[in-house]
Antibody, heavy 122, light 108 residues
Framework: EVQLVESGGVVVQPGGSLRLSCAASGFTFDDYAMHWVRQAPGKGLEWVSLISWDGGSTYYADSVKGRFTISRDNSKNSLYLQMNSLRAEDTALYYC???????????????WGQGTLVTVSS | EIVLTQSPDFQSVTPKEKVTITCRASQSIGSSLHWYQQKPDQSPKLLIKYASQSISGVPSRFSGSGSGTDFTLTINSLEAEDAATYYCHQSSSLPPWTFGQGTKVEIK
């Protein structure tokens, strides 16, 4: 059974930093690109970042570019999101999600985690 | 950036009724359009990929159609468990891979 379990969400002050993790199981992790998608409270979905299966390619939404860094450790079946210079508008539930097709970087996403809540507030 | 506009934003529907949700892209995206269902306090679930391809385990009352800029998600014979917010999502070309704003379906 495929499982994606996010962790690391907390309350952090504006300007602060945070690292989110996503532990993957039930599939061959290093075959698939992985993504972070966020959802502000009561709002819709926003794609945040992508990392290819081997970590060689990364992309970011303009709203987080230069502040967030996506990475992965295939030996640990884990995905990460380093979040720096956090702003109030980064407050959201952060999901990790798996690309559907082996080797492909694009959506759709066939599995999602349950999300981890990041709150940026003083 | 490709903008996806869904309509309607909200729909109140009686059980067994047919539901149609549309998604319009700001430029042609071929068939690179996917649909998700998100129930309250749950993660999104993939319903339809590449405009019309069904997903294993998803009830057959869910179907998708369209190409280019105009797409439709149809729910035939709505059931109470289908109360949710539905999102379209495009994967055309390079990121960002945007989502529509969502359509909330309520059961009367």
């Amino acid at each position: 059974e495929v499982q994606l379990v996010e962790s690391g969400g907390v309350v952090v002050q504006p300007g602060g930093s945070l690292r989110l993790s996503c532990a993957a199981s039930g599939f061959t992790f290093d075959d698939y690109a992985m993504h972070w998608v966020r959802q502000a409270p009561g709002k819709g979905l926003e794609w945040v970042s992508l990392i290819s299966w081997d970590g060689g390619s990364t992309y970011y939404a303009d709203s987080v570019k230069g502040r967030f860094t996506i990475s992965r450790d295939n030996s640990k079946n884990s995905l990460y999101l380093q979040m720096n210079s956090l702003r109030a508008e980064d407050t959201a539930l952060y999901y990790c999600a798996k690309s559907t097709i082996v080797g492909a970087t694009t959506p759709p996403f066939d599995y999602w985690g349950q999300g981890t809540l990041v709150t940026v507030s003083s | 950036e490709i903008v996806l506009t869904q309509s309607p934003d909200f729909q109140s529907v009686t059980p067994k009724e047919k539901v149609t949700i549309t998604c319009r892209a700001s430029q042609s995206i071929g068939s690179s359009l996917h649909w998700y269902q998100q129930k309250p306090d749950q993660s999104p679930k993939l319903l339809i990929k590449y405009a019309s391809q069904s997903i294993s385990g998803v009830p057959s009352r869910f179907s998708g159609s369209g190409s280019g800029t105009d797409f439709t998600l149809t729910i035939n014979s709505l059931e109470a468990e289908d109360a949710a917010t539905y999102y379209c999502h495009q994967s055309s070309s390079l990121p960002p891979w945007t989502f529509g704003q969502g359509t909330k379906v309520e059961i009367k």
